[in-house]
């Protein structure tokens, strides 16, 4: 036996053999674990972390998240809401739980302030919408988090066997459009994932399409390269349901100089502009709104998309409209289907900006609760309403759960009421009424100028509070309901018979317009001697707001699909607008339609415009009196001067809008009627009648000789300009197309080509038959008129593409020209001095045109 020594010796031995193998064993064990799970089937979206333990490790993995509190220091001031916005040393980074990936996000980017001097088409102002986008955070491999930009253009909803739901949605697999690495994890994340942290400092920073303008907004504005050392965020606050980005921008602008008729080609220079801009991300509701369709024949903003399950055979394009979603409580469901009116779930409740002066707030309110008699025709009470914002720190303008009628200090004369809605379903989310200071400047000129002659309060340019807390009021109402979602209703003054609107009893019972959604401002065609009061001069809410709310926002819970609303509807607007034309809608894009035309009133524009024209001649020798303020200068009665020329060339314009006009009624199958037909050869001839005897009859009663002393104001210059657009205007080449092609349709039952030339010939050009002297005035208009003809004849340039000569366009000018250069022929000798170079100079310039060879 081994003696006890050697046995310790042999005892160890075995125990450090046996410590070998099992360390050998652990190495093996492990390494095939480690290769089984490399084996595995990873989650890819699963962040990737080759060992957890490196997450400890001073200074995290080399590449790769890090601990949290390296990234999110100590230094980080955040801000809380709809996820977590940390700033860290100028660096932005947004923390993203996991249940909001995959969740779609709204961005709208609006212009906060606005570059100086830079102004596109209806674009470049404070507020101004600039783009808008459908995001989600998608998590990927490799660490990495995505923004992907969602289209709702093209829809399939329908996912049977028979159905293109699928086909769609392969069609259309929706654009990474940025990419981040994944800086951290929140606390917990290595089992759990809470949410992931990434810096969007450098893409905040630089030029994108999903958060700052889309390029057809910069199109419009001419902004090429961003100038990244002159832009950089200025803020960024989160909220509950959103967080608002505001960033400064400064952009290189193209500025393009024309040549002359004769001089170089067109060049550009370069210069920078700088905008501050904002961009709200909403989350989106994640029970969307059962949506309901627009309808051409009620005036509502909308969606548009295109539908592949509408129509079995081809694409239908289909629109949803704007609306906030207005429900019944639970309990009062069954009330609300017995006809009970009933509050909603969720109050549309509108804040007054807390800047706002104080003694317009009970205005700005009144403005808005005038909506709740229209919300009681679709069943709901008290569901709008106005409140001041409350005195809370917390309380913020830009919080997405705060609709705000906001009060900017600015020299803009206007308001404006955008929204931002679910492309989904079109539910209104929030919406920010833009009002600016200066608006009560051009609420004065136009109530001077349109009511001064029939109310005595509008005779001063300092109007008392309670008469401009009123004209606050109607034009708050008119923004509000652009923010309900209803649309301009420009037709809406043309169902009123003009001689209702000086009948006192019913204009003031009934309003001078069925709807505060036109552009009709005051009742012009009140006359003195009528004693009509505010109630029949100023614009409310109508006949036509009351019947487009209930049509928007009844509750329809018996209908499970905007599709099996579409009969309901379309039965019921047929017969609600047969019974009452008053609710007719037009849009104020009928550019052929004199019915649907801004600024206007009731169904005659001449006979409507002659009593303007009475008023205006009333105003006019009071103006310098009416204006004046002491110790100040003669600006006031050069504003109202210049005013009131333009309020006249509004009339001139009304009436001008019927020749050549075509009448645009939407129409369904079921409904019988012309859709389009052209203006009535009376009312055409009687247009004609009066622009001949009201515009190209001199307006020598424009012409104040003490106005102009001590204004400086030419009024000839300005209504010759009035005169020479409308001749532009009526000797139009599509203008006169639209009369041959009616002719050839309609024949002797049209207002001709012939009948427009011959009315045009005879007004403008009456002293030839007697032989008469032809002053300044006339001499400038028969100048423009023949210019206007010889265009007619010639080719088409790049300037002009439309090409009279393939059409009887030519033909028609050119056989008047030839029977005016007669005429002239035949009056010239008769005449002397000036009226005789004049004719001498027209001849000779129609001569030069006949014979030009083209």
């Known amino acids: 036996m081994p003696a006890p020594a050697e046995l310790s010796k042999t005892n160890n031995k075995t125990k450090n053999m046996k410590n070998t193998i099992m360390t050998v064993l652990g190495i093996f064990f492990l390494s095939s674990y480690i290769f089984a799970q490399e084996q595995k089937p990873q989650n890819p979206l699963a962040p990737v972390i080759a060992n957890p333990n490196a997450m400890n490790r001073p200074g995290g993995p080399l590449n790769g998240p890090k601990p949290y509190s390296q990234v999110i220091t100590a230094k980080a001031k955040t801000d809380s809401g709809l996820f977590k916005v940390h700033n860290v040393e100028d660096r932005y980074y947004f923390e993203i739980p996991d249940s909001l990936l995959g969740r779609e996000i709204l961005v709208v980017n609006r ?60 069609s259309n697999l929706q654009p990474l459009v940025a990419s981040f690495d994944i800086k951290a994890f929140a606390p917990d994340s290595l ?59 400064t952009y290189s602008k193209s500025y393009s100089s024309s040549p002359g008729p004769n001089g170089p080609p067109t060049t550009s220079t370069m210069a920078p502009v ?79 900006d807390p800047a706002t002066p104080k003694k317009w707030i009970p ?107 009123e004209l606050i009021r109607f034009v708050s109402s008119h923004e509000v309901g652009h923010t309900l979602g209803l649309a301009h209703n420009f037709i809406s003054s043309s169902t009123v018979p003009v001689e209702n609107l000086r009948n006192k009893q019913w204009v003031e019972k009934n309003g001078h317009t069925p709807s505060i959604m036109d552009y009709a401002r005051f009742n012009y065609v009140a006359q003195p001697e009528d004693n009509i009061n505010h109630k029949g001069i100023f614009p409310r809410i109508g006949a036509y707001d009351l019947w487009a709310i209930e049509w928007g926002y009844k509750w329809l819970p018996q209908y499970k699909t905007p599709d099996a609303e579409a009969n309901y509807s379309n039965q019921q607007i047929i017969r609600r607008i047969t019974a009452d034309p008053h609710l007719r809608f037009g849009s104020e894009n009928a550019l052929y339609d004199p019915r649907s035309q801004s600024e206007d009133l009731g169904d005659n524009a001449m006979l409507a415009s002659s009593y303007g024209i009475k008023n205006l001649k009333r105003i006019l020798p009071n103006i310098l009196k009416w204006s004046g303020e002491p110790a100040q200068g003669e ?157 007619l ?26 029977q005016l250069a007669v005429q002239i022929n035949k009056a010239v000798a008769a005449t002397t001095g000036m009226t005789n170079y004049h004719l001498q100079d027209m001849l000779a310039r129609i001569n030069s045109a006949l014979n030009t060879k083209s």
């Open 363 to 469: 205005y700005l309110i009144q403005g808005v609760n005038d909506w709740q008699i229209a919300f009681e025709k679709a069943g709901f009470k008290n569901a709008i309403v106005a409140k001041e914002a409350p005195k809370d720190p917390t309380w913020s303008i830009d919080d997405a759960r705060h609709n705000v009628i906001v009060y900017k200090p600015s020299t803009v004369a206007n308001a404006s009421g955008p929204h931002i809605h679910d492309p989904r379903t079109g539910e209104i989310l929030e919406t920010h009424i833009n009002w600016y200071h200066n608006i009560m400047q051009l609420l004065r000129n136009w109530y001077f100028i349109q009511a001064s002659a029939v109310d005595p309060e509008a005779r001063k340019m300092k109007f008392d509070d309670k008469l401009m807390g």
């Open 191 to 249: 089992t759990k994932h809470p949410g992931t942290v990434i810096d969007l400092t450098d893409y905040l920073n630089g030029d994108n399409d999903i958060f700052f303008f889309g390029s057809a907004a910069k199109r419009s504005l001419s902004l090429t390269a961003q100038l990244t050392d002159r832009s950089y965020i200025k803020e960024i606050k989160a909220f509950p349901l959103n967080v608002e980005i505001r960033t400064l921008k």
């Open 793 to 818: 004849i010639a080719p088409s340039t790049a300037l002009r593409p439309y090409d009279p000569m393939i059409t009887d366009v030519s033909s028609i000018s050119r056989a008047y020209l030839q």
């Open 635 to 791: 600006q006031n009665a050069r504003l109202m001067y210049t005013e009131l020329i333009g309020q006249y060339g509004r009339y001139i314009g009304h009436v001008s809008k019927n020749i050549g006009g075509v009448y645009n009624s939407y129409k369904t199958y079921e409904e019988t009627g012309a859709a389009y037909e052209p203006v009535p050869v009376g009312t055409q001839k009687e247009a004609m009648n009066f622009l001949n005897s009201q515009l190209f009859t001199t307006p020598d009663w424009l012409i104040n000789k003490e106005l102009i002393g001590r204004t400086g104001i030419i009024a000839p210059e300005l209504f010759q300009n009035i005169q020479k657009n409308t001749l532009a205007g009526l000797m139009n080449p599509p203008l006169i197309s639209r009369l041959l092609s009616y002719e050839a349709i309609n024949g002797g039952q049209s207002y001709t080509a012939e009948n427009l030339f011959r009315d045009l010939q005879t007004g403008i050009w009456t002293e030839l038959a007697t032989n008469s002297n032809i002053d300044l005035y006339r001499r400038n208009l028969q100048k423009a008129y023949i210019d206007n003809l010889i265009k």
């Open 274 to 352: 700088t905008y501050e801009l904002n961009s709200s991300m909403v989350l989106l509701p994640s029970i969307p709104m059962k949506p309901r369709f627009a309808d051409q024949r009620v005036g509502y903003f909308s969606s548009k998309y295109a539908d592949f399950d509408g129509n079995p055979q081809g694409i239908s394009e289909r629109s949803l409209i704007t609306r906030w979603r207005l429900e019944p409580r639970p309990e009062d469901v069954e009330k609300y289907k017995r006809g009970e009116l009933v509050e909603p779930k969720k109050q549309i409740i509108y804040y007054i």
């Open 111 to 170: 212009i906060s302030k606005a570059a100086a001097d830079n102004r596109g088409f209806a674009i470049g102002y404070s507020g101004d919408f600039i783009g808008e986008n459908v995001i989600s955070f998608e998590k990927g491999p490799a660490n990495k988090l995505y923004i992907k930009s969602i289209s709702y253009n093209e829809r399939a909803s329908d996912s049977t066997e028979h159905g293109l739901y699928k086909s769609v949605k392969n």
